[in-house]
Every structure is written in C-alpha cells, then in structure tokens.
C-alpha cells in the first residue's frame, strides 16, 4: 500500500513538464521501484518462515498483489519514459522555435533601426531682437524729373498711399521688435531600394519645412504671400531617382538647383539673420532669393567624383501655357520664382518674377583643404511688370500724361506710349474708374519679360588647424532691351568673404562675414522714398557675425547679429535665404481699400537693419 | 543593336536616361566579361584590403568618439586607400568638420567628400 501511494504521487509529479523535475521524478521512481524489488526479496526470504506459519492460499495471494504492484509499477515506469521522450522532443521545437523568433527579432530590429536611421531634421528656435532702421525717413522728399526729363507728377512729401493717418513717414512699429523665430527647422525621411540583379539603386526622399512657433498654414503675410504650407510633405527637397557609382545620381522632384547648392558650404550663416542670401542669389533686395528657390518641376543629375572633380546639372520643365510666363505652371501652386500670383504690385498675375523653364549647372573641384566652383543658372522669360510700374514712383508718374475723358491718365510721352500697355489700361478704366486712377498701366509683356541668368566663382580654403576662408563673386544679369533698362535693378554684381574658426575641441567657432551688392543698372523704384536723381545709388553692404557652441553631437546654442547698410535707393533685409522672420524695408502699411496700384506693404529705400539672434538647434 | 536603336529613338530623352542607367549595369550584372585565355593571373593583395578595412573603421571610429560631431547619417568607405565619405548633413560646419577629421586620419591618402548638405530653406516674398 505504501508502495502504491508512493508511485501514484511520482505519477502526480511525472505530469509536471518541467523537463529538469521530470528527470529528476524518474530518477527517484527507478530508486524506489529497486528498493522495492529488494524489500520483495528480502520478504521472500523472511515469508519462508511466516509461510511456515501461514497458509499456502494465502502466501499465494500476498505474491500475486505483489506481482501485480511490479507489473504496475512498470507499466508506470514504461508510460513516463514515453512521456519524458516526447516532453523531450516537445523541449527541443520549443528551443528551435525560440531560436527562430530570437532571428525573426533581430532581423526585424535591423529593419526597425535601418528605417529609422532614414529620418532627418532640424528643430531650430530662436528669439530675435532687430530694427528695420527707417524711422524719419520721408516719402517723396525729392524734387525731380522723369524719363525723358518730364517733371516729376507726385509732390515732394506727398505719395498716392498717404492718408491722414498713415502720413508721410513708416508707418506702424518699425523700430526695434522682439520676436520668436522657427529657423529651418524640417523633418524628412530618405532611403535606397536596390534593384535586383542590378548595380543600381531606387532612391527617394521626401522632407517638409516646419513652423515650431505657429500653427501650420499658407505662408501669407502681408509681406510674404505663398500658396504653400508649412508642415505639408514636399515643401522641401523632395524627389526619386536612381544611383550608381559609376554613373552618378538621377533624381526628379523639386529640389534646390546646383547654382545654389555649389556654394552651400560656404555659407557658415545659413539659416540665420546673417545668411549670405541677404544678397547673393537675391536680386533687387527684399526677401525672395531669386537663384536660391528651392525648384519645382526639376531633373537634376549628379555626376561621380572623379579624383575630386564633380559636376552637377539640372534642368526644370516650364509648362507654363502663357507666352509671358504670367500664370502659375501646370502642376505647381506659386509662380516660378517663389511667389503666388498678385503677389507683386498688380493683380491676380505672375508678373513678380514668374518664368518658364530653367537650368542651372556647376562645376566643383576639392583637392585637400581647397575647394574650387563655378556655377550658372538661367531662368528663361522672366515676367517683371509688376517692378515698378504701378508702384507710385515719380518715374511712372512722369509716364503719365494729363486726365482723358474716364479721368484716367493718357501716355505722357513716346516712350510711355511705347511700354506700357495702355490699351488694358483704358479698358479697365472704363469699367472700374476708380481703381484704374489709382494706379497705372503695367508694363506691356513683350517688353518685361526677359531672361534672367546668373554665374558665379567660389573658392574655399579649409585649414586643418580649425580656420575656413570662403569667397564668392557673382553677377546677375537681365537681358532687357534698351528702352527698359532704366528699371532694371536685377543686373549687378556681388561679393561674399567670410572667415570662420572652430575651436575647443570643436565645441566652439566664431564667424564673420560680409557681403556686398553692387550697384544695378537702373531702378523701377518702386520705394516709397525713391529718388530718381540717384539712380545708381542702390548698394548695400551686409556685415554679420556669429558664435556657435556645442552641447553634445547633435545639440548647439548660438549667438548671431547682421547689419545691412542700403544707399538711397536699395532695399536689402536680413534674414533672407532661412530665417524665419525677415527683418525687410517694409513698414506696416496694409491694403484699406483694393486698387489697381497696389495692394502690398510701402518699401523705404535705404533703412538699415540690424538685428541679433539666439537660438538652440536641434538635429536628428 | 540597331532595332533597339530604332524603337528607342521616339522616346523622350528623360525616359531614355532612366533606361540607359538602369539597363546598362543590369546588363553588366547579368553578363560578366571572362577574362581573355592570355590574361595573367589577378593578384590580390590582401594587405590593400585589409588596410582599407582599418582605414573605415578609424575614421568611423574617429567620429563615433567626437563629442561633437553628429555622423549618423554619414557613411565611409576606402578603395586601395582612398576615403569616400558620403551622406547628407544639414549644416556646411559639419560636413567641414567630417572632411577634416576624415583627411587627418586618412593622411597622404586621398579623401573623396561625397556629402550632401540638405537645406531645409523656404524662402518668399
């Protein structure tokens, strides 16, 4: 009876399927089922005496129990061998099983981490203390004559916007202002697909400029008017293509163009109030840069390095159904050039810079510290009308002869007979008297709409002790014909020199930079205070400074100021090219009513910003 | 060849170039040249390989241990030992900085940068 207890709880315990206690459990079941063997001998021997004593009957029926306790005792033993086995095997799937999901993880971690690896971005912040530098100045203080030596029809202190409360000086806060300012600051995602059989790879990238200070929306303001938005997928460098080694890179999207991206590295402000945009690649000031916008619509094509050597070449497809480029190309959102139509100084058109195709292409070469580049850029049929005519000169006032029967002005002259496209203007006159008074015919589109190229030289020298020296020169040109280059201001030169030096450890660099605008060729003058016997008088000159440090790999704070210094006539900001807020030569003058003139801010030539700036940047 | 010729001819030159850069490695992929009967034996040398290996792993390792220098998106590599540093950075002070530590761990040794610098600039009126 005991022996029969004993092996019902070593059976109890054989269900156990810890493997460990299983083997244990039959470990001690073999013991007890010898033990008891030898006890049945031993009773043998001793139950020879007692069966002296007993009757055979029942010595008989003692042996048969105990038979029948070792038979089952065995057939228990037999039972939990067969189960150890198959709890074995049962063991083993689960450690092959294990193994495979350990692999499944691992591999799923690579691909987790290989996927994640794909994102990049910028978070940058910055609080921004800076002035626009044109209080005083007066509207109109100049006497003067127009084209062809016709007396100016605008007063001297007087100007068509003027109202009783806006006066003749800048209107609104102009002085110094402190903001907060989300500089650059994206998120993007990039990654290869290799081609089976193939040398080649699939590659995209999508990437979006954020807003960290403001909701996300249309970049409209009433300086800065664009139908993109902030946050939106491709409102950044965005594209696929394909790459090989040995071939170079393919890619098509919109994207940045090699005139700009030649001379990225030398421009240690990038993003900041000093960035060398202020005025390379900017033409006629403000705060669009013209060979800078990111493109859309474009094939760019990187080709390998050869011993140092590169080149880079893209080209973007017009698709523009207007002879002058005055609509927005099919598929975009802005005029080509950056921004949306009835941006500039008349309605509703593309009339502010719009253009149809483009290309552009460099030529780099890097040999130790040296960099080497030279790069062109042309941007074909540019429309300009909206560059000063309707914008209240003095200039195209002098355009504009005595009242007709609708009370609208009539040609003063040939030349203003010749340019502008009187024929709408009368049109629209007649049907809306008032608006059409309030401002002037625009140019006629034959004659602004030009090709617009630009090229320029850099040069970089990198030493390994920490110093950097860049350099660039520039010119822009407009090709114009004659009778219009008395307001072309998008045909100058430019300069960029800056020095840069990374200290502790890499912890630290300072940098100083300036940049210089030469003087244009002629002036729409579209300023408030435009004075048209100085025409020339519009360069400017930009200095800025700047101190980056380091908190770890991926974190930095920094520190920057700019001041750009514009003549009579220019109108250069700071913050162009990245920044986020621009500090312009705008004041705060809004539309009261809609007109044909104008709708925009009043722009005063030769203010003088300044500003300063800290921040922290964040990359990933 | 020549029918290839023809029927490509109507394509435009876009599609053309997307065609021609994935064809024409698939094509070598595909059909290796052998080596013509006379040709020598290629030697290997073993130790080129293995110093491009170490070259990598200093310049990688060099980064990795810069407190300052964020390479995360930056790869390396060496052939017969030349670096090739590529990628995308975001700011021209780190790529800068990458070339330059790239250059005095590589030595005499050419340096070839291949990195990008994505500029996330949104510029308007």
């Known amino acids: 009876m005991l022996g029969s207890q004993t092996s019902l709880r070593v059976a109890d315990r054989g269900f156990i399927t810890h493997k460990g206690d299983r083997m244990c459990c039959t470990k001690v079941l073999r013991s007890l089922v010898a033990t008891f063997a030898t006890a049945l001998v031993l009773l043998g021997y001793s139950a020879t005496g007692v069966a002296q004593q007993s009757t055979p009957e029942s010595v008989q029926d003692r042996m048969r129990d105990l038979q029948q306790q070792i038979d089952q005792l065995n057939q228990q033993l037999k039972q939990m061998r067969e189960d150890q086995a198959k709890t074995q095997q049962q063991a083993s799937a689960a450690v092959q099983q294990v193994t495979a999901t350990q692999k499944k993880v691992e591999a799923s971690d690579k691909t987790m981490s290989d996927f994640m690896k794909g994102f990049f971005g910028t978070f940058d912040m910055s609080i921004d203390e800076t002035t626009k530098g044109m209080d005083g100045m007066l509207a109109y203080p100049y006497t003067c004559t127009g084209a062809g030596g016709t007396a100016c029809s605008i007063a001297p202190g007087t100007s068509p916007k003027m109202t009783p409360n806006w006066g003749p000086s800048p209107y609104g806060r102009v002085g110094w202002m402190a903001m907060m300012s989300s500089n650059g600051s994206n998120v993007g995602y990039r990654g290869t697909h290799k081609i089976d059989g193939t040398t080649v790879d699939f590659i995209y990238q999508v990437s979006t400029a954020l807003n960290l200070s403001a909701a996300p929306g249309l970049q409209d303001t009433w300086t800065k008017q664009s139908n993109t938005v902030m946050g939106a997928v491709g409102l950044g460098d965005t594209y696929i293509g394909f790459k090989e080694r040995g071939f170079g890179t393919l890619k098509f999207g919109t994207m940045y163009m090699p005139y700009k991206t030649s001379t990225d590295r030398l421009n240690p402000f990038s993003g900041g109030l000093g960035d060398y945009s202020v005025i390379m690649g900017n033409t006629g000031g403000d705060n669009r840069v013209e060979f800078g916008t990111r493109a859309d619509h474009v094939v760019v094509y990187d080709s390998p390095n050869w011993q140092g050597f590169s080149f880079d070449a893209a080209y973007q497809f017009g698709q523009n159904p207007d002879p002058y480029n005055n609509i927005v190309s099919l598929g975009g959102t802005d005029c080509y050039g950056g921004n949306l139509p009835g941006s500039g100084n008349l309605p509703l058109n593309c009339d502010d810079g719009g253009y149809n195709w483009g290309y552009s292409v460099d030529f780099k070469l890097e040999m130790g510290g040296l960099y080497l580049t030279a790069a062109y850029e042309l941007h074909s049929g540019v429309n300009r009308s909206s560059d000063g005519v309707g914008a209240n000169s003095p200039i195209y006032g002098a355009l504009l002869g005595p009242a007709g029967a609708n009370g609208c002005p009539t040609p003063a002259n040939a030349l203003s007979a010749q340019i502008l496209d009187w024929t709408d203007y009368e049109a629209l006159c007649a049907e809306f008297p008032n608006s059409a008074i309030a401002g002037t015919p625009e140019y006629n589109p034959a004659y602004d709409t030009a090709d617009e190229f630009a090229y320029k030289f850099g040069v970089q020298y990198t030493f390994e002790f920490g110093l950097t020296i860049d350099y660039i020169f520039e010119e822009l040109h407009r090709n114009l014909p004659a009778v219009l280059e008395f307001q072309n201001e998008r045909q100058r030169s430019g300069d960029w020199l800056a020095i840069e030096y990374v200290f502790n450890s890499g912890a630290d660099r300072l940098a100083a930079g300036w940049a210089h605008a030469g003087a244009s060729v002629g002036d729409p003058g579209g300023q408030h205070n435009f004075n048209p016997n100085g025409i020339g008088d519009n360069q400017a000159n930009m200095y800025t400074l700047g101190w980056w440090h380091k908190l770890d790999k991926q974190l930095s704070w920094y520190l920057q100021a700019a001041d750009t210094a514009n003549d009579g006539n220019a109108h250069y900001d700071i913050g162009a090219g990245g920044h986020g807020i621009k500090t312009d030569c705008h004041d705060a003058t809004h539309p009261q009513f809609i007109d044909y003139s104008s709708a925009g801010p009043t722009t005063w030539g030769g203010c003088h910003e300044l500003g300063i700036s800290t921040g922290v940047n964040f990359k990933f | ?125």
């Open chain 2, 1 to 125: 060849m020549a029918a290839r010729h023809d029927r490509s001819g109507s394509l435009p030159a876009p599609a053309l170039a997307v065609v021609a850069l994935v064809a024409s490695p698939a094509l070598r992929a595909q059909q290796p040249v052998p080596a013509p009967a006379s040709a020598p034996p290629e030697v290997v040398i073993s130790a080129t390989r293995e110093s491009d290996a170490v070259l990598v792993a200093k310049v990688e390792q060099a980064m990795q241990n810069d407190p300052y220098l964020f390479v995360s998106h930056i790869s390396v590599s060496a052939d017969k030992g030349v670096v090739r540093v590529e990628g995308v950075v975001q700011d021209p002070f780190d790529m800068l900085q990458i070339v330059r530590m790239a250059r005095r761990i590589a030595g005499k040794r050419r340096v070839i940068n291949e990195i990008e610098v994505a500029d996330p600039g949104v510029d308007h009126d």
